[in-house]
């Protein structure tokens, strides 16, 4: 079996996330804007929740469900600190070695927070199994495209400076793969869809306090560490774009539960697709006309 990717430095990324919890508020804005997208389908259902988890919600997603009805709340974060100041019972805690037992919750809600995990598809193991039966499962994370311009006038200028490029901004996920997984991990009606949220910044430099203050420094452990020439960042930012997209993709999924609706079994139809479409019907190997 491959063994399971080590793209990001966990423990570097705790304690950045530690360093940003006191001004995590900076960026409350573009957490909420995000969280109320997420949070929007749970209008789509009737289901009432006892009992959630906010995974990494940074003091949105809770106050949010709380606001709902939702009497039981766990916050968890990576950061001792941000954990303190998510708005529910506070718990640190890897997203990769969750520390519940199996169904403990109704409801979990990652805002955000799943794009630094090096095993995604185990995370979404972990996560379905702390789900009660018919409970649901939203995740929001940032997929491919987003940043794309800061990384390639990054790549650009390290590339002039350096005669070369280190990796500075995280791989984002793509769409097409989402469901998939959501299906490994064994989620039923697992679906997967695409929101964006439109970002403008005066200076490149409110772009970068903006990522640090939400615990979003580099991680990537393949990154270099060294001391960067003094002319790479102003070269960066002078041919950056500051109209950019947060692309948000969005992940549904429930844990199964006898009372979901099922695929029929093949062959079952008792209408011709046909007849509905109102069109001829060949058999296999009839050539139409």
Request: proline share 8%; aromatic share 6%; glycine share 10%.
């Amino acid at each position: 079996m491959e063994a399971n990717p080590d793209i990001f430095d966990r423990r570097l990324m705790r304690l950045r996330r530690e360093r940003a919890a006191p001004r995590v508020a900076q960026v409350a804005p573009i957490l909420e804007a995000a969280a109320d997208l997420l949070l929007d389908r749970l209008d789509d259902t009737t289901r009432r929740f006892t009992r959630a988890l906010d995974l990494g919600g940074r003091g949105v997603v809770a106050p949010r469900l709380a606001a709902r009805g939702i009497p039981f709340i766990v916050s968890m974060d990576l950061a001792e600190g941000m954990a303190a100041r998510a708005g529910g019972l506070p718990l640190a805690g890897d997203e990769e070695w969750l520390p519940f037992a199996p169904e403990s919750f109704d409801l979990v809600v990652a805002n955000l927070s799943l794009h630094g995990v090096n095993d995604l598809p185990g995370a979404l193991v972990q996560l379905r199994r702390a789900l009660r039966p018919d409970g649901l499962f939203l995740a929001a994370m940032p997929g491919f495209g987003t940043l794309q311009g800061l990384r390639e006038a990054l790549a650009a200028a390290e590339a002039e400076t350096r005669g070369g490029i280190s990796p500075r901004i995280a791989p984002f996920a793509d769409l097409r793969d989402l469901a998939g997984l959501l299906q490994r991990a064994g989620f039923a009606l697992p679906v997967a869809d695409q929101d964006s949220l439109p970002l403008q910044y005066r200076t490149p430099m409110g772009l970068i306090a903006d990522l640090r203050a939400g615990g979003e420094g580099n991680a990537i452990r393949a990154a270099d560490r060294r001391i960067p020439p003094r002319a790479l960042f102003p070269l960066a930012f002078s041919a950056l774009d500051l109209t950019m997209e947060l692309r948000l993709l969005v992940m549904t999924g429930w844990a199964p539960h006898e009372s979901q609706q099922k695929p029929a079994r093949p062959g079952s139809a008792t209408a011709r697709l046909a007849e509905a479409l109102g069109s001829p019907e060949y058999k296999t190997g009839d050539k139409a006309g």
